[in-house]
């Protein structure tokens, strides 16, 4: 028998521009571990090389904190493999009904 593991999501809060007036992004990882995303030596990063992460949390309260403190108004989440394998397939599905 099979059971799925379902990983703790990673949320980072980065800032991209040096300026005074910071705009914070709030970016929620599912399938990725926390070494992956700090990691600088990925040849296709996770977060931009130019960006500065500010705050990594792992469990999906840090979520909503996150929004609160940095005054965030959405969330990028990424996609899992099985999401992104379903939205594909439902994709396929649809063009072959006609849609």
Same mark, same amino acid.
């Given at each position: 028998?099979?059971? $799925?593991?379902?990983?703790?999501? /990673? /949320?980072?809060?980065? +800032? !991209?521009?040096?300026? *005074? +007036? /910071? @705009?914070?992004?709030? @970016?929620?990882?599912? #399938?990725?571990?926390? #070494? #992956?995303?700090?990691?600088?030596?990925?040849? @296709?990063?996770?977060?931009?090389? #130019?960006?500065?992460?500010?705050? =990594?949390? /792992?469990?999906?309260?840090? &979520?909503? $904190?996150?929004? *609160? $403190?940095? @005054?965030?108004? +959405?969330? =990028? +989440?990424?996609? !899992?493999?099985?999401?992104? !394998?379903?939205? &594909?397939?439902?994709?396929?599905?649809? *063009?072959?009904?006609?849609?």
């Amino acid at each position: 028998m099979y059971l $799925k593991v379902m990983k703790i999501p /990673v /949320v980072v809060v980065y +800032k !991209t521009t040096y300026r *005074k +007036k /910071v @705009k914070f992004h709030l @970016k929620v990882f599912r #399938d990725v571990l926390v #070494d #992956d995303i700090i990691s600088t030596t990925k040849r @296709k990063p996770l977060i931009p090389n #130019d960006a500065e992460i500010v705050e =990594i949390g /792992v469990g999906s309260s840090f &979520e909503e $904190k996150y929004l *609160k $403190k940095y @005054k965030i108004s +959405k969330s =990028i +989440k990424e996609e !899992t493999n099985a999401e992104r !394998t379903m939205r &594909e397939l439902q994709s396929i599905v649809n *063009k072959q009904r006609g849609r």
